[in-house]
């Protein structure tokens, strides 16, 4: 479940993030602002008051809608049925500090989704197949514009049933003396744990006896888990295995000319812990089924570029590719592009499109073709070797006088997109950003 929040938060906070560097308009408005406590002073510096204004605020909402047919739950086949409903909010406080240029981002999201095979934890097909999603966000950053750097700290947390995960970054940047280049690092580090769900058939076989005091439980969902302390009530006893993420990103940012802007993007990750999900099945070719096994350890290496290409005044021409390789032997290759045209000082609309292409794992096999004797093994078709697509358009509103006349309503803007698998899954996800200045 955790690719699908991803995908449909990412699309809709996507069509915030792609349309900021060339097609946001400069309206000023009245911004709402409050001061510190600390009693003001004349300035003897020339540098801005220390006051804390609400710079910015981003609501965002999406409709993310699933089907396939190759369900890591029951083994790389049945539905894979998904719909999520995603809605996040975004305040950036911005204060001034001796030359420094302060940044808060305080962010808050909020899933719902239903999955029809989550239901088939249990083989009876009755558990539970709705459940819910929370993930606040902090973000820090300072900036001294003379020098042309800048420096922050990030915290998330995101919450549900069976996943906790704890996050933190450190990221900065530098600019060339001229202006036109830029290098940017961040350095993230995610703690997880993953609740172990285990299919009700194979509970006693493989789960290991529960310690005095402790026992295997039939939750209100209809999942059997190990509660360690018998408290059926208390999620934090529930045992889990952890999962660490450590990602290291870097970027140069290159301003060729006035029309013509270039990125080189790259990634080092490193996974470590418990990284397979325990109510993942997995058949063997003897019609035998046990819950699926992947290694302790993987290295992931995204390497990327960016180009963006002004067209006249009107057309904004976005370019991206993407090469993936990891060491379970995953390759994949990612192109996109996208042409922002502006009907109007105020009116734009972007149609896009995605083609990605990727090998399969060495662990992956799909239903009832893994032999007994392989160490690790699943038949979770995410690791699978496939081909999509995917398209759609945005639309974006920007009057000078706000949205509908309201001031504050800095802009509104509107995303569809459909997605296409060679595995037969198919999506479509929807989603509408406003923006208040």
Known sequence: MKKVYLSALGFAFLCRV?????????VNVTKPTFTVSAPAKADTTNYESRQLKIDEINLVSSYYDQTGEHSAITGGIGTQKVSDISNGLNINLVWWGNTNKNTLNVGMGLDHHTSASSAYVTTTGQGKQDGSRVYPSLDWTTENQAKGTSFGLGSYYSGEYNYKSFGADMHFSLKTKDRTGEFSAKFQAYLDKVVMIYPSELVTALSPP????????????????LSVNGKRSSESSLATSPRNTYTASFAWNQIINSRLQVSL???????????????????FNNGKDTIERLPSSRFKLPLGFRLNYFAGDNIILRTYYRYYTDSWDTRSNTANIEIAYKVSPFFSISPFYRYYTQTAAKYFAPYKATPPTATYFSSNYELAAF?????????RLAPPKGVGGWQHLHDIELRYGHYTQTTNLASDVISVALGFK
Do not use: M
Request: glycine letters at 12%; hydrophobic letters at 35%.
């Open 265 to 283: 993007l790259g990634d080092v990750v490193q996974q470590t812990g418990f990284l397979s999900l325990p109510y993942h099945r997995v058949y």
């Open 387 to 395: 081909n999509s697509n995917f398209f759609g358009a945005g639309i």
């Open 210 to 225: 529960a310690p005095a005091g402790s026992t295997y439980i039939t939750t209100a969902s209809g999942n059997r888990v």
């Open 18 to 26: 792609n349309a900021y560097a060339q097609l946001k308009s400069s």
